[in-house]
């Protein structure tokens, strides 16, 4: 049988569509690169929000996941989420691929919270770490803070569908800390064989996850991984809901340490920390990634 043009792609490993998207995204980033940090992250928010968002469909996912989560929020007020939540994912994105700048903006940022004590406790005792956290603010603010505070910290990720884009952007990430795991069954069990050594993971809680369990979000069914409270329970782990909230004037960061959830069982363990973020998206509407399909449902 003859071979396509398309299998041959696939065998050679190269996709010209995903070759001239990577080398696109790069280039806008290399291009805003140029410009001091203070300025590069508005900029990538301002473009992200006017430019590449509405090319996206962004501001409609917004308005979507607005209406059915707060039916009767007047629409001027959806409209200005549409604006703002698509500017603060440019701004992280612009700090994500700025690692130093990023580390030397976590090293300036307060860390508070409840499960501050219980957190320092655990890092001297060796006792294994599970921090959870959401697309709310920047996450790696947190990540790069913990690494400062003498936590070593492992961070699963996953793969971006252009995969040249992906590898620079792994590149970038690691800059910030190590080890990153790939999601995926041989990433679960690295990052399982780290945890057990006494060290520091953190997750996001935020993504739906077909295989979850249909625990709640905003009042609506979201399918939650329970694998975070489930390795707690495995491995003694303390599990603390941990957040990077940037602040009013769009550039510095408060980190919150929450206390930490009671072992229980799985869902009301995972339950408790949806509930977590929920109050901190709540608290911090237009950072949270309300572009994200949360509430998707099962096919059947």
């Known amino acids: 049988m003859a071979t396509t043009s398309k299998e041959k792609k696939q065998e050679s490993g190269f996709d010209p569509w995903n070759a001239a998207v990577s080398f696109a995204m790069i280039a806008v980033i290399r291009l805003l690169g140029i410009l001091p940090y203070r300025w590069r992250v508005p900029m990538m928010g301002w473009t992200m929000s006017r430019i590449v968002g509405p090319i996206l469909g962004y501001p409609k996912r917004v308005r979507d996941n607005l209406t059915m989560i707060f039916p009767d929020m007047p629409e001027i007020q959806k409209q200005q989420m549409a604006r703002a939540v698509p500017d603060q994912v440019g701004r992280t994105l612009a700090e994500l ?63 971006m569908n252009y995969r040249i884009f992906n590898d620079f952007y792994v590149s970038r990430i690691s ?84 206390a930490p959830i009671p072992h229980a069982d799985p869902e009301g363990m995972t339950q408790a920390l949806n509930d977590s973020l929920e109050r901190q998206v709540r608290a911090h509407m237009e950072q949270w990634l309300w572009v994200h399909r949360r509430w998707k449902t099962l096919k059947k």
Do not use: W
């Open 175 to 258: 800059q910030v800390g190590t080890p990153l795991f790939l999601r995926g069954r041989r990433g679960m069990g690295q990052m399982v064989k780290f945890l057990k050594q006494g060290n520091t993971i953190a997750l996001l809680i935020d993504q739906h996850m077909s295989a979850g369990a249909p625990l709640k979000f905003f009042g609506h069914t979201a399918y939650t991984a329970l694998s975070a409270a489930e390795l707690a329970l495995r491995y003694d782990a303390l599990l603390i809901p941990c957040y990077g909230l940037r602040n009013s004037d769009g550039m510095t960061f408060e980190i919150v340490v929450e």
């Open 97 to 159: 691929f700025s690692p130093q700048d990023l580390i030397a903006t976590a090293a300036k940022s307060p860390m508070t919270g409840e499960g501050m004590a219980a957190l320092d406790a655990a890092r001297e005792e060796g006792r294994p770490i599970i921090i959870v956290s959401g697309h709310v603010g920047n996450y790696d603010i947190a990540r790069a803070k913990l690494i400062e505070r003498g936590h070593n910290v492992g961070g699963l990720y996953r793969s």
